[in-house]
């Protein structure tokens, strides 16, 4: 993660040391943000696990408040922890946004589903109650809420923060990852960059 880090903001610090006089006018190659990455901490805990797993996302903005985003918290590639995993897919909204120059931050409203597997993740989806005791995955509906700032080093790129949480319907989950109801909670901070 800090080697992450390091390569998102040692762009960031030669671009401020060139643009003193000079100020950013972000301008993203389709009028708005188009492709983002981040990394950070999953604080999801399920099974008993309190310790907060790594995740990564991806979001697609095809139109300008529209965006697609995939998180989930990489079982096998970014940990190898004997815990349930989460997988998040959604449709994002920016409900509100501020622009001052080179920075901006926006109310992201989302609204997709999570998977949550405890074991090897089979092709597809698992919708509706556990049809048996040894289940090893479950999806259903979820609802999401963040704040996600950008700051654009540079007019064709920028680098970014969110938090945000939410909570999914998944009716397996307590017989796939021992929740005690359906509700399954989640949060997390992300870092990135994007153009």
């Given at each position: 993660?800090?080697a992450?880090l390091?390569?998102?903001?040692v ?5 401020d ?9 972000p301008?993203?190659i389709a009028?708005?943000?188009?492709l983002?990455?981040?990394g950070?901490?999953?604080?999801t ?8 797993l ?5 979001e697609v903005?095809?139109?300008d ?8 918290n990489?079982?096998?590639v970014l ?10 897919l959604?449709?994002?909204y920016?409900?509100?946004r ?7 931050a926006?109310l992201?409203?989302?609204a997709?589903l ?19 005791p ?6 259903g ?6 704040v996600?700032?950008r700051w654009?080093?540079h007019?064709?790129?920028?680098v970014?923060?969110e938090?945000g949480?939410?909570?999914?319907w998944v009716?397996?989950a ?6 005690p109801?359906p509700?399954?909670?989640?949060g ?7 153009f």
């Amino acid at each position: 993660m800090l080697a992450f880090l390091s390569l998102v903001w040692v762009p960031v610090a030669v671009a401020d040391e060139g643009s003193s006089t000079t100020a950013v006018v972000p301008r993203p190659i389709a009028g708005h943000p188009v492709l983002e990455l981040r990394g950070g901490v999953d604080t999801t805990a399920l099974g008993g696990d309190k310790a907060p797993l790594p995740t990564i996302c991806a979001e697609v903005t095809p139109l300008d408040r529209l965006s697609l985003e995939a998180c989930g918290n990489g079982a096998g590639v970014l940990h190898t922890r004997d815990v349930p995993d989460t997988m998040h897919l959604r449709l994002r909204y920016a409900a509100a946004r501020v622009r001052r120059g080179a920075a901006e931050a926006a109310l992201m409203l989302g609204a997709g589903l999570t998977e949550v597997t405890n074991g090897i993740d089979a092709p597809g989806f698992r919708f509706g109650p556990a049809t048996t005791p040894d289940q090893v995955e479950a999806a259903g509906p979820e609802l999401s809420a963040g704040v996600k700032a950008r700051w654009w080093p540079h007019s064709r790129a920028y680098v970014t923060f969110e938090i945000g949480g939410g909570a999914a319907w998944v009716p397996a989950a307590p017989t796939v990852v021992g929740t005690p109801g359906p509700v399954v909670g989640f949060g997390g901070v992300t870092v990135g960059a994007g153009f």
